[in-house]
């Protein structure tokens, strides 16, 4: 052995000679090569558990860092817009129902919106009145699920189980309205499908009394907690002028520093006649996104109480012919959704059936941002701001 | 509001357009999406920074438009584009100025067909990368869907009708 080595080791003239050296840099700088700059490609999903559904990221990463995201979609695409050209208005209710399945009341608000933009329909203001309470009761439900599993992703247990719980109320009260507890094919052109029954309103009072409470235990469990600030704050940063310039809406827009609600901004149905404030954040960041999403909550409900209150006597939907024919033309309608701006572009051509219908679906245009708020963060991290982008793949693949 | 809007597009942009201020809505010509997208993003009396919406429409006599939904958080002013695509099916990208439409334009590729010349990176985003289709031209008829791997077999089958029923048979 020692024979062998000595054999091996170069001797002492070689040592300094020029081809020694070069030799040396050259191992230098393979190793170099080898130890410190190696991309390594992880795929998260589409199968992985924080993606909430089928979504596939290929992140390429150095170490832990992350250097890039490549999100690749469209494992739930079912091809609702293609399908909604070959039904008739009526008949595309269902399927858009679930576009977005955890906030169906507003994928019917937004058909609705669409098509009443190009029909002569005067609705009563009873309807205008419970499609506002069934949709922010649908928001806060959303919100509720948002909340839960969030947390679930960032390793908190309880948070989800508590958020459940609660949802559970909301799902029980939209079934009295609806009589379905996710997909509820409910407001319709002209007014909405049924009318309320007083166990709906007394459900609905009770939750309104409770949910504040709620809110606070929430909050008290989760916003102060060391290490859930420590993981969210300073973390997914976007920019005002950026978040701007790549058109994400709702919650993702407020949480850095635009106040921009269409509530407010661009007002719809009863909205105008109802007191609420626009949570808005400037801290750009996840930990911005979370509070946001808290105060709308808040908001809501201070909403659906308005709503609750001050119902209207009278019709709960104006009359519209069995079979809806709108007027030809061409309408780009928009609401407030859980997710940011839902919008529906309608090109009708006087018949029974759209020429073209789309969904401007928010959670495909917000995460399209993930690649800008991940990069240089840890893949941990990437989690947490995917969390905070709340994304549905219904809504993204449609 | 929409005043301003018809008083730009008189000073600031060539070519053929016609401007409805009643519903907001412009409709422009083949190739001038260039020059209209530098106008709406940086003249300062419309500065159009948010893209809230971009999609593609194909009407029954063939002829494809690209919609563009504009808003101005600087001015508070709406706007509707409908770009005409010309024959070749290429139309320019809004990208670099909208980084917004990046996603949605690979969508319109994916579904029209219409190619965005100087996107940084088009490809298909919700199909299959293999697809030889795009679904949501009026001439993609759905009841092939059913059977996508028959797709192509139909398409035989029109080519020479003969052959059609040993194909089948042949799959057994």
Not at chain 1, 85 to 113: G, H, W
Not at chain 1, 179 to 196: E, F, K, M, Q, W
Not at chain 1, 236 to 255: C, D, T, Y
Not at chain 2, 119 to 139: A, G, T, V
């Given at each position: 052995?020692?024979?062998?080595?000595?054999?091996?080791?170069p001797?002492?003239?070689?040592?300094?000679?020029?081809?020694?050296?070069?030799?040396?840099?050259?191992?230098?700088?393979?190793?170099?090569?080898?130890?410190d700059?190696?991309?390594?490609?992880?795929?998260?999903?589409?199968?992985?558990?924080?993606?909430?559904?089928?979504?596939?990221?290929?992140?390429?990463?150095?170490?832990?860092?992350?250097?890039?995201v490549?999100?690749?979609?469209?494992?739930?695409?079912?091809?609702?817009?293609?399908?909604?050209?070959?039904?008739?208005?009526?008949?595309?209710?269902?399927?858009?129902?679930?576009?977005?399945?955890?906030?169906?009341?507003?994928?019917?608000?937004?058909?609705?919106?669409?098509?009443?933009?190009?029909?002569?329909?005067?609705?009563?203001?009873?309807?205008?009145?419970?499609?506002?309470?069934?949709?922010?009761?649908?928001?806060?439900?959303?919100?509720?699920?948002?909340?839960?599993?969030?947390l679930?992703d960032?390793?908190?247990?309880?948070?989800?189980?508590?958020?459940?719980?609660?949802?559970?109320?909301?799902?029980?009260?939209?079934e009295?309205?609806?009589?379905?507890?996710?997909?509820?094919?409910?407001?319709?052109?002209?007014?909405?499908?049924?009318?309320?029954?007083?166990?709906?309103?007394?459900?609905?009072?009770?939750?309104?009394?409770?949910?504040?409470?709620?809110?606070?235990?929430?909050?008290?469990?989760?916003?102060?907690?060391?290490?859930?600030?420590?993981?969210?704050?300073?973390?997914?940063?976007i920019?005002?002028?950026?978040?701007?310039?790549?058109?994400?809406?709702?919650?993702?827009?407020?949480?850095?520093?635009?106040?921009?609600?269409?509530?407010?901004?661009?007002?719809?149905?009863?909205?105008?006649?109802?007191?609420?404030?626009?949570?808005?954040?400037?801290?750009?960041?996840?930990?911005?996104?979370?509070?946001?999403?808290?105060?709308?909550?808040?908001?809501?409900?201070?909403?659906?109480?308005?709503?609750?209150?001050?119902?209207?006597?009278?019709?709960?939907?104006?009359?519209?012919?069995?079979?809806?024919?709108?007027?030809?033309?061409?309408?780009?309608?928009?609401?407030?959704?859980p997710?940011?701006?839902l919008?529906?572009?309608?090109?009708?051509?006087?018949?029974?059936?759209?020429?073209?219908?789309?969904?401007?679906?928010?959670?495909?245009?917000?995460?399209?941002?993930?690649?800008?708020?991940?990069?240089?963060?840890?893949?941990?991290?990437?989690?947490?701001?995917?969390?905070?982008?709340?994304?549905?793949?219904?809504?993204?693949?449609? | 509001?929409?005043?301003?809007?018809?008083?730009?597009?008189?000073?600031?942009?060539?070519?053929?357009?016609?401007?409805?201020?009643?519903?907001?809505?412009?409709?422009?010509?083949?190739?001038?999406?260039?020059?209209?997208?530098?106008?709406?993003?940086?003249?300062?009396?419309?500065?159009?920074?948010?893209?809230?919406?971009?999609?593609?429409?194909?009407?029954?006599?063939?002829?494809?438009?690209?919609?563009?939904?504009?808003?101005?958080?600087?001015?508070?002013?709406?706007?509707?584009?409908?770009?005409?695509?010309?024959?070749?099916?290429?139309?320019?990208?809004?990208?670099?100025?909208?980084?917004?439409?990046?996603?949605?334009?690979?969508?319109v590729?994916?579904?029209?067909?219409?190619?965005?010349?100087?996107?940084?990176?088009?490809?298909?985003?919700?199909?299959?990368?293999?697809?030889?289709?795009?679904?949501?031209?009026?001439?993609?008829?759905?009841?092939?869907?059913?059977?996508?791997?028959?797709?192509?077999?139909?398409?035989?089958?029109?080519?020479?009708?003969?052959?059609?029923?040993?194909?089948?048979?042949?799959?057994g």
């Amino acid at each position: 052995m020692a024979r062998m080595l000595r054999h091996m080791r170069p001797r002492p003239k070689d040592l300094f000679s020029e081809r020694a050296k070069y030799e040396r840099d050259a191992r230098l700088e393979k190793r170099t090569d080898t130890l410190d700059t190696e991309d390594l490609i992880l795929n998260m999903g589409p199968q992985h558990p924080s993606t909430h559904g089928v979504l596939r990221l290929k992140v390429k990463t150095d170490g832990e860092v992350v250097k890039e995201v490549i999100p690749y979609l469209g494992y739930l695409h079912r091809g609702i817009e293609k399908n909604c050209e070959q039904k008739e208005y009526l008949q595309f209710f269902p399927i858009v129902d679930r576009a977005d399945y955890l906030s169906s009341m507003f994928n019917n608000m937004i058909c609705t919106q669409a098509i009443e933009n190009l029909m002569d329909v005067e609705v009563p203001d009873r309807a205008q009145w419970i499609r506002v309470a069934v949709m922010e009761l649908n928001r806060i439900a959303s919100h509720l699920l948002w909340f839960g599993t969030f947390l679930l992703d960032l390793g908190a247990l309880t948070p989800f189980f508590y958020a459940l719980r609660d949802r559970e109320d909301l799902m029980d009260i939209l079934e009295l309205a609806s009589g379905a507890r996710l997909l509820y094919n409910y407001i319709r052109p002209g007014g909405v499908r049924s009318d309320v029954n007083p166990a709906f309103i007394k459900k609905s009072h009770e939750f309104v009394k409770k949910f504040p409470g709620y809110i606070d235990e929430y909050e008290e469990l989760v916003t102060g907690n060391a290490i859930f600030v420590e993981r969210v704050t300073g973390v997914g940063v976007i920019s005002k002028e950026r978040a701007v310039a790549r058109a994400l809406s709702g919650p993702m827009l407020r949480g850095s520093g635009v106040n921009w609600d269409l509530r407010k901004n661009e007002p719809y149905g009863a909205y105008p006649k109802f007191k609420f404030d626009v949570a808005v954040e400037d801290g750009c960041d996840v930990m911005a996104r979370y509070k946001v999403r808290m105060m709308e909550m808040r908001q809501s409900t201070r909403i659906i109480k308005q709503a609750l209150d001050g119902l209207p006597e009278g019709e709960y939907t104006a009359k519209v012919p069995a079979i809806l024919k709108p007027k030809a033309g061409v309408t780009y309608a928009r609401i407030e959704s859980p997710r940011g701006e839902l919008g529906a572009y309608l090109v009708s051509d006087g018949t029974k059936k759209p020429v073209r219908f789309h969904l401007r679906a928010p959670s495909f245009v917000n995460l399209a941002a993930i690649d800008e708020m991940g990069r240089g963060h840890m893949i941990a991290d990437l989690v947490a701001i995917l969390g905070s982008v709340d994304i549905v793949l219904g809504d993204v693949d449609r | 509001m929409s005043e301003i809007i018809s008083k730009r597009l008189s000073e600031g942009f060539g070519g053929e357009y016609e401007y409805d201020p009643a519903k907001g809505l412009l409709k422009i010509g083949a190739g001038r999406v260039g020059a209209l997208a530098k106008l709406l993003r940086s003249d300062p009396a419309l500065s159009f920074d948010y893209l809230r919406n971009l999609t593609a429409q194909d009407f029954p006599d063939g002829v494809f438009t690209v919609v563009y939904n504009f808003y101005s958080f600087a001015t508070g002013l709406n706007l509707m584009v409908h770009a005409l695509v010309p024959a070749s099916m290429q139309l320019e990208s809004v990208t670099p100025v909208w980084p917004s439409a990046d996603w949605q334009e690979r969508e319109v590729y994916d579904m029209f067909g219409i190619v965005f010349t100087g996107h940084p990176d088009l490809r298909r985003i919700l199909m299959d990368e293999d697809c030889n289709f795009f679904p949501l031209r009026k001439s993609f008829k759905l009841d092939l869907v059913h059977g996508m791997k028959d797709m192509k077999r139909a398409e035989d089958d029109k080519k020479n009708p003969k052959k059609a029923g040993a194909a089948k048979e042949s799959d057994g």
